[in-house]
């Protein structure tokens, strides 16, 4: 069995590892390495893009004001003035 046969059996940190390799021994190995490694890289890089098509979509967080706002329509609620500026406002009134 060939390593190219191989690639959709490996899991995603073998392939990732292989692929660092291929990409490695292609551009610094002997010829005979890189011929293999050139021959590899497009096997490995399409395995990699079928993967990844097959991930579902990735979620954007949402903050929960952010939500309740749009849903009630409502702004959402203020943050509460620093306790040293609340002193500082206290002691002018006094």
């Given at each position: 069995?060939?390593?190219?046969?191989?690639?959709?059996?490996?899991?995603?940190?073998?392939?990732a590892?292989?692929?660092?390799?291929?990409?490695?021994?292609h551009?610094?190995?002997?010829?005979?390495?890189?011929t293999?490694?050139?021959d590899m890289?497009?096997a490995?890089?399409?395995?990699?893009?079928?993967?990844?098509?097959?991930?579902?979509?990735?979620?954007?967080p949402?903050r929960?004001a952010?939500?309740?706002?749009?849903?009630?329509?409502?702004?959402?609620?203020?943050?509460?003035?620093?306790?040293?500026?609340?002193?500082?406002?206290?002691?002018?009134?006094?």
């Open positions: 069995m060939s390593m190219i046969e191989r690639i959709p059996g490996m899991d995603d940190a073998s392939l590892n292989l692929h660092a390799n291929a990409q490695r021994l551009l610094s190995g002997s010829a005979q390495q890189q293999a490694a050139a890289l497009p490995i890089q399409a395995e990699l893009a079928a993967r990844e098509a097959r991930k579902p979509p990735k979620k954007t949402v929960k952010a939500v309740k706002a749009k849903v009630e329509g409502a702004a959402p609620k203020p943050r509460a003035a620093p306790r040293k500026k609340v002193a500082a406002a206290e002691a002018k009134a006094a």
